[in-house]
């Protein structure tokens, strides 16, 4: 299976400018970028490779994920 990366700027096209103005000066947003980030490629790796890996366990990190990029949403919002 080829699962693509969720990337923030494709998933929040309308927000790309504003995105990579927060990860150079917003501490706190960069911190939960780069989580989101490692996180999506972790997943995109597991499910690329098709490790035996238990569903809960990705269903677990989809669940960050989704957590993560509300987050980050949420603060691109407020500005």
């Known amino acids: 299976m080829n699962v693509e990366p969720h990337d923030l ?3 929040f096209p309308e927000h790309k400018d504003a995105i990579a103005l927060r990860k ?3 501490a706190h947003f960069a911190g939960l970028y780069q989580r989101y ?3 999506d490629r972790e997943i995109c790796r ?3 490779i098709e490790l035996p890996v238990s569903d ?3 269903e677990d990190k989809k669940k960050e994920r989704l957590f993560l990029k509300d987050q980050l949403y949420g603060l691109l919002n407020a500005s």
Do not use: V
């Open 37 to 39: 980030r490692t996180l």
């Open 24 to 26: 150079t000066s917003d």
């Open 46 to 48: 597991l499910e690329n």
């Open 9 to 11: 700027e494709h998933e």
């Open 56 to 58: 809960r366990m990705l």
